[in-house]
């Protein structure tokens, strides 16, 4: 398997070397034309001065006489001067005369190629590179104008000069400027190749901690933490610091979990016993016959305990189904009706409790959307979470208003306050209150958390509030 290391790295190298080829290559074509376009500049402006000045000697002798010294000296000089070889010939092409600026050439009856002589009489020059039919033992760069008067009104050619430079010359020129060049991305790609490796470990090496501390995870080590990134300030930091904050959460899921493997045990040990210990006392005789019925009401009621406990685990698990889907069923009922018979069946605990009920429901019928079970299954538990936290003798409030195209439904009781910092926990899964607070023992911290879920699923809210005695649940529900 490649690592994203090596994947990264070898991304970054082949970037650079694609655009380092590019670079190079829109480099040499350009320095090539450039220096190719200067020295035809310079071998046709030579050209030019040596056409005009030939010219000019027609005008004033009336023929060519190259072994003039004044003429070859001048032809000479612009031979030193532009580093290059100058021939005179004659209208058809046959060479007159020839130097490098050191010495005259020989070339009698040597002519120019005609396809040359015959662009020059079309045109009126040529530009190129040629070895001028084996006159030249390299190919050189050439630049051949004609020689032309006025006669009369006819324009005559009266002959032709050609300059050519040495095109080893310019060859060396751009190999040297291409030498220069290379050597020059060398060292630039060296050190994009140091310094992507040193990134591309910069990146990688956190994700690899993460990997390790995630192994650790899969292993129990919930307490592994990813430090040392809180100061990046980019994605990097972002990803370990969500990674803690899951490690956080994973370690109190660990932690609530274990707590509620404890209490499940605690609660399934007592009745459990208490039922089996009876029913062998029953048994053996060592419960005397009179007193049968009263310990079998025991055995009755903790068998009830135990019922109650499998439910509350029942519904955990249907919960947690119900919060893998992505839908939920919606349907309209009368919200009133639900919350009267969640009353009704809570009636026997609430009297029990001494506890007096103060209901304010909206006349008529309320119309909302949600699933009718599972918002009874929410009502039920909040009635019955206040009928078991409320002191006996106080009252239990449930009032249910229209507000902002939701229906608000508050459930109030009088008892001991909650602590600020255990409000945020009440939803919690296997969170329980503080058992001084309740009268009842055989609580798993489900209720609330049922409560959460459902509501979070039906896309609804729900908040606490306990002060000076008086806790408050409130939620909402979208009017139909």
């Known amino acids: 398997m490649r690592s994203l290391y090596r994947r990264q790295l070898t991304m970054m190298v082949g970037i650079m070397l694609v655009s380092f080829t590019l670079l190079a290559g829109a480099f040499m074509l350009l320095s090539y034309r450039y220096i190719m376009g200067e020295t035809r500049d310079s071998v046709l402006r030579n050209a030019g001065y040596i056409a005009s000045f030939t010219s000019t000697y027609y005008r004033r002798y009336l023929s060519l006489d190259v072994q003039d010294e004044f003429y070859s000296t001048y032809m000479a000089s612009i031979a030193r001067i532009s580093n290059s070889h100058i021939i005179v010939a004659d209208p058809e092409g046959g060479v007159l005369y020839a130097t490098d600026g050191t010495q005259v050439e020989t070339y009698e009856g040597l002519r120019l190629p005609e396809t040359l002589v015959s662009q020059v009489k079309n045109t009126g020059f040529f530009n190129g590179m040629t070895n001028l039919g084996g006159i030249y033992s390299e190919r050189r760069y050439v630049s051949l104008l004609p020689v032309t008067n006025q006669v009369g009104p006819l324009m005559v050619t009266q002959g032709m000069v050609l ?9 060396e020129m751009w190999a040297s400027t291409a030498t220069i060049f290379f050597f020059s991305a060398v060292v630039v790609f060296l050190i994009s190749v140091i310094a992507s490796t040193l990134t591309s470990a910069y990146q ?3 994700l690899n901690e993460m990997a390790e501390a995630a192994r650790k995870f899969g292993q129990g080590e919930f307490d592994t933490r990813v430090t040392g990134y809180e100061d990046r300030g980019d994605e990097i930091s972002d990803l370990a610091e969500a990674f803690n904050s899951m ?8 932690s609530q979990r274990s707590e509620f493997i404890a209490n499940v045990s605690h609660e399934l040990k007592t009745p459990m016993t208490t039922i089996a210990g009876f029913a062998e006392g029953i048994l053996d005789g060592t419960i005397p016959p009179e007193r049968e019925e009263e310990y079998l009401q025991i055995v009755v009621s903790e068998t009830r305990r135990l019922s109650r406990l499998v439910r509350r685990m029942l519904d955990l698990s249907r919960l947690n189904a119900l919060t893998q889907s992505t839908v939920t069923a919606q349907e309209t009922f009368d919200f009133t009706e639900v919350m009267s018979q969640v009353l009704i069946s809570l009636e ?6 001494q506890l007096d009920v103060e209901v304010k429901l909206p006349k008529g019928k309320l119309m909302v959307w949600g699933d009718p079970d599972a918002v009874t299954q929410v009502c039920y538990n909040l009635l019955d979470n206040a009928a078991k936290f409320a002191a006996p003798g106080t009252a239990i409030t449930v009032q249910i208003i229209k507000k902002d195209g939701k229906a608000q439904t508050t459930i109030r009781n009088l008892g001991a306050t909650i602590p600020p910092d255990e409000l ?15 009268m009842d023992r055989e609580g798993v911290g489900l209720g ?4 959460k879920t459902i509501l979070g699923n039906l896309k609804e809210n729900i908040t606490v509030t306990s002060e000076d005695g008086v806790t408050q649940f409130q939620f909402t529900l979208t009017l139909a």
């Open 204 to 206: 990688t090496r956190p």
């Open 163 to 171: 300059v050519a430079a040495d095109a080893s010359n310019l060859n």
């Open 448 to 451: 609330l958390y049922i409560v």
């Open 247 to 254: 490690a956080n959460s994973l370690e109190k899921v660990e």
């Open 424 to 438: 945020p926990l009440l939803f919690e899964r296997f969170h329980k209150a503080d058992y001084s607070r309740s």
């Open 348 to 353: 026997t605990k609430i009297t029990s409790r």
